[in-house]
């Protein structure tokens, strides 16, 4: 690796104006391409102290063993050299989204002799008209084999084309009138590209044209009472109509859009985008992307635009009138221009806000989330992709042990009420849901989060400790087993004589969420019991910097390594676990009730009384006499009753208002 002070350009060698520039590797590989308004002032923020970039740009910087720059006249020329430069060096440092999958198209091949349709995936050929994409590529195919009725155009190669030539003899669908047959001269090369110029005008939104001419001609056959050609015409009619149904209508039949949205974390991005042509979505892409660079959703934006349209092999079809996007990029102006250029025509490049684009909008952003949360549980589920993250962490961490048992801990709360924790176990990669646990915690252990994190760690491991001993008895507020909506398994069973132990298996490693502050609090809690053998580490979330007890600097892990992302999984596991026993108990506070501290109420009677009398207020003027009318309530109960309530105040306390709750936030205030 190279020192970036070795090869930092003095400060006035580098213009003031805008340009484009490119580091370069020892072996001269360009590693990474930008652009920038000022390149003095860009160029110099890569060599300030390399404490203080981001983990992605040090990486970058160290890599490189030189920095080139190239001036250009304004903004626009340098996005379009930034971008050809991407593609032609594929620079390892710059964000590239790549398909998923190879998305089929259909093509008609209108620079042939007989033009010929077909499904075709991979790189665009010219004179070639292209509709799509399509997904799955099943639909497509359906599409051409109905439209084949009306419209016969051939579909075959040329191998089986010229055989046909030789022969005298069409094929198969030249025989059930699924293709026109130019092969064996039933139709001269003029009609049959007329043929196939119909179908590609009905495929580009003409649908309509033909159906009202069919119908026209249907009409007219049946006014000459030749009802076999009436009848075949309907069919056609019917043919046509299914393919033109297949798409639903959800904006206004003049609206060529494509809608982007996208779904990201820390690490990757989902991309979706759906092609809306006549008011209908034509198609539609998906794309996964490794953020490799620090950027935002307004740049991540700009280099898919660039890379999605930028293609030299792109007709200008392909480009609508209108490109929606979740966030403008911030060179908005001059990608419009540019794409205007690309098309020949005026893009309109903008954030929908209200109305039924909106609404389609939040779709494709479904659609982008769904595809992140799929692209991530496959490769959670991958066995080679899971023990490469754990020896990964094993030999980053430098630990003498493998990973089988990795547990993670999180504490949530709102503004230091309702502090709870979870613990989430992971075991040979896979979350072990069985063995999650949550924790109520109190006292002097919820002042922040630091003392929370100990409490936690010292009650996990004497739990631990005390059942290495022998069984002890459940204990529900120390840490309990939840069912929360399925991510806990089922509840102890703490009727045998032998319970099931809560902890019974101690782990490799204990992750907490934080640095190093909550890092040190496990490792002291740990110490003070007097266990050496369980290694502990903290995930920042800001920066995914991975944290030691005995260092002062983090562990940085590739960005794109399965070990960060195995533990950022971990971490995020361990939030929603927290974040959902929060909500639960601080739903619980806010619905407490005066009738709570009534003894030898339960919920059936309370919900008696209050459906009787209607009200708490109602329950309190009350006599002895008229609370023993309820079924159920004897005379000590409605003596208790009444005595209790008695000495509540008007919020329900006993002796003492109620707290006041922030009802935006669940936060008890104090009074």
């Avoid at 805008?18 to 308004?37: I, L, M, Q, T």
């Avoid at 495929?203 to 069919?214: E, H, N, S, W």
């Avoid at 206004?252 to 985008?273: C, G, M, P, W, Y």
């Avoid at 009727?495 to 019974?504: H, I, N, S, V």
């Amino acid at each position: 690796m190279a020192d970036p002070r070795s090869y930092r350009p003095k400060t006035g060698e580098i213009p003031l104006d805008p340009g484009v520039y490119r580091f370069r590797d020892e072996h001269s590989r360009v590693v990474y391409v930008g652009k920038a308004k000022n390149l003095r002032s860009r160029l110099n923020s890569y060599f300030a102290n390399p404490q203080g970039l981001l983990p992605r740009t040090r990486a970058m910087v160290f890599t490189a063993a030189s920095v080139e720059w190239t001036v250009v006249g304004s903004e626009l020329e340098a996005l379009q050299l930034e971008y050809t430069w991407i593609k032609e060096f594929n620079p390892r440092f710059n964000v590239m989204f790549r398909d998923d999958k190879s998305y089929p198209y259909l093509a008609v091949t209108m620079g042939e002799k007989y033009p010929r349709v077909q499904v075709m995936r991979g790189d665009r050929r010219k004179d070639t008209r292209y509709f799509g994409p399509f997904y799955p590529a099943k639909a497509i195919r359906e599409t051409v084999d109905t439209l084949l009725r009306v419209f016969p155009v051939r579909t075959c190669s040329s191998g089986v084309f010229k055989r046909a030539e030789r022969t005298g003899r069409p094929c198969l669908l030249g025989y059930i009138d699924k293709c026109s047959a130019p092969c064996v001269g039933r139709i001269t090369p003029e009609d049959h590209r007329d043929l196939a110029a119909q179908f590609c005008d009905f495929m580009g939104g003409q649908a309509t044209r033909f159906i009202v001419d069919l119908e026209k001609k249907m009409t007219a056959a049946v006014a000459e009472l030749d009802y076999e050609s009436a009848a075949r015409i309907r069919d056609d009619i019917a043919a046509l109509k299914r393919v033109f149904e297949r798409n639903t209508v959800v904006l206004s039949e003049d609206t060529d859009a494509d809608i982007f949205a996208l779904k990201e974390d820390e690490l990757e991005a989902a991309v979706q985008v759906f092609h809306v042509r006549g008011g209908r979505i034509r198609g539609q892409r998906g794309w996964m992307v490794e953020k490799v660079e620090d950027m935002s959703t307004a740049d991540l934006v700009e280099h898919l635009l660039q890379q999605v349209y930028g293609d030299g092999s792109s007709s200008n079809n392909q480009i609508p009138r209108e490109v929606l996007v979740p966030e403008l990029p911030s060179n908005a102006e001059e990608m419009s221009v540019w794409l205007a250029g690309l098309r020949g025509a005026r893009v309109d490049l903008r954030v929908p806000r209200r109305g039924d684009k909106a609404t389609l909008l939040g779709t494709v952003e479904q659609n982008a989330a769904d595809a992140l949360r799929l692209h991530k549980s496959r490769r959670a589920g991958d066995l080679t992709t899971r023990s490469a993250a754990l020896q990964e962490l094993q030999e980053a961490l430098d630990l003498p042990q493998p990973l089988m048992r990795i547990e993670c801990f999180d504490i949530s709360h709102v503004q230091g009420t309702n502090v709870v924790a979870s613990m989430v176990v992971v075991e040979d990669g896979l979350p072990r849901k069985a063995d999650y646990r949550r924790f109520s915690i109190t006292g002097d252990a919820a002042r922040d989060d630091t003392a929370s994190m100990y409490d936690v760690i010292q009650r996990r491991f004497r739990n631990y400790l005390a059942e290495k001993t022998g069984p002890v008895p459940r204990d529900t507020t120390d840490a309990s087993t939840g069912d929360d909506g399925g991510a806990a398994g089922p509840l102890a069973d703490t009727t045998t004589a032998a319970p099931r132990q809560k902890f019974a298996y101690p782990p490799n490693l204990v992750v907490v969420d934080g640095g190093q502050p909550q890092v040190h609090a496990a490792a002291r809690a740990l110490k003070d019991l007097g266990i050496d053998d369980v290694f502990v580490i903290g995930l920042a979330k800001r920066l995914e910097e991975v944290w030691l007890p005995d260092s002062d600097f983090p562990v940085i892990l590739p960005r794109a390594s399965e070990g960060l992302f195995l533990l950022q999984r971990i971490r995020d596991e361990a939030h929603r676990f927290a974040i959902a026993f929060h909500r639960q108990k601080r739903g619980k506070s806010m619905t407490a009730s005066a009738l709570d501290a009534v003894p030898g109420l339960g919920p059936a009677k309370k919900k008696a009384i209050l459906s009787h009398f209607g009200s708490v207020k109602k329950i309190r003027a009350a006599t002895i006499e008229e609370l023993q009318a309820v079924p159920g309530v004897g005379p000590s109960l409605a003596d208790a009753l009444h005595r209790t309530l008695a000495t509540a105040g008007p919020d329900g306390a006993a002796d003492a208002p109620a707290p006041a709750v922030n009802m935006a936030t669940g936060e008890i205030l104090e009074t």
